[in-house]
């Protein structure tokens, strides 16, 4: 394996999310519009470049490869990319394969998921009331969520819960959703919402829960113990000592995380992110399709993109106006 990645300001990248396709069968009012536009498929990158892509990663010293979309698991043949990054965990050369996943096919490919070495799932959830998943989900379907995973807790996939925090709309069920995976042996994670893309009419700043409010409420019922747990990930970590589970805050609004940030993002498209939160990309699908026979100019193009890592970015909802906006949507970078 060669040399790790280190971007100019001493982190080392270790960590890479791959979006392995911009569509899905849910139309989250905070991710996307309801009328969304894809991709062209001709676009996106194969499930072969994928592999080729990922394995540049891995042989410079990525560690983790989260699997994101869109949904994933809408991807046709999916599971014979997870199968073949699965050579990379046999060989320790990948410590970690993971996925994020709204749980709509997750009772269908569970089984295939543990067999490619996957042994924890995000799953991304906000309510456990039918109308309301239904509402901001606009397409989706609580029962079979909650199918993928009962099915996935049987295969014996480590299931957490990542909820994106709402205000009026899921602010009554925090005691309720702490409860209800407590009961089930999941932990939980909250997400501040995030000003990416075009929604149609939704409201950033009438969405917006400040994860301080919600840990505050927390402690009125729990006793709060806060972590050092790090997963690799930008969540923050305490413990509830009256149930004994994690619950996770991701704030990229109230506490900026990036100063330990491990990760780039690579889209279905061969673009590769430095920051969620900023517009600087790199082209890794000309380098990847121009040079089918070496990987030397995907490398180099690779460790360029890298040196341009920023130090973090720039979201702030703190004068009552989205500043920091990005204008492409989560789908399109990767949940």
Not at 192 to 219: A, C
Not at 237 to 265: A, D, K, M
Request: charged share 30%.
């Amino acid at each position: 394996m060669e040399h790790s990645l280190v971007d100019p300001f001493h982190r080392p990248i270790s960590y890479l999310r791959v979006s392995v396709t911009d569509r899905c069968d849910f139309r989250c009012v905070y991710c996307m519009s309801e009328n969304m536009k894809f991709l062209p498929k001709k676009e996106l990158l194969t499930l072969e470049e994928l592999d080729r892509l990922c394995s540049a990663f891995v042989n410079l010293g990525v560690e983790k490869l989260r699997i994101t979309g869109g949904e994933p698991l809408v991807r046709r043949d999916i599971m014979t990319f997870f199968r073949a990054m699965g050579r990379h965990l046999e060989s320790e050369a990948l410590k970690e394969l993971t996925l994020t996943t709204n749980g709509s096919q997750l009772a269908k490919h569970a089984q295939a998921l543990y067999d490619a070495g996957v042994r924890r799932v995000n799953l991304s959830m906000d309510t456990l009331d039918e109308d309301k998943f239904a509402r901001v989900t606009r397409w989706g379907r609580l029962k079979q969520v909650l199918q993928g995973i009962d099915e996935a807790q049987r295969v014996g996939l480590h299931v957490k819960i990542n909820a994106v925090a709402l205000k009026g709309f899921n602010e009554d069920e925090l005691f309720t959703m702490t409860e209800w995976c407590a009961a089930r042996g999941m932990d939980l994670t909250w997400i501040e919402v995030m000003p990416m893309g075009d929604i149609g009419n939704e409201d950033r700043i009438g969405q917006y829960w400040k994860l301080t409010d919600l840990r505050e409420r927390l402690s009125e019922q729990y006793t709060v113990t806060d972590l050092p747990d790090r997963t690799g990930g930008p969540a923050r970590y305490v413990r509830l000592e009256e149930t004994g589970q994690r619950i996770g805050f991701i704030t990229p609004l109230t506490h900026n995380f990036c100063e330990s940030c491990n990760r780039v993002r690579l889209t279905c498209t061969g673009e590769l992110f430095m920051c969620l939160g900023q517009e600087d990309r790199a082209d890794l699908r000309s380098p990847l399709r121009n040079h089918p026979h070496t990987d030397a100019p995907l490398t180099e193009a690779i460790r360029e993109a890298i040196s341009r890592k920023p130090e973090g970015h720039d979201f702030d909802y703190s004068r009552q106006g989205v500043d920091g906006r990005v204008s492409r949507h989560m789908s399109h970078t990767g949940g």
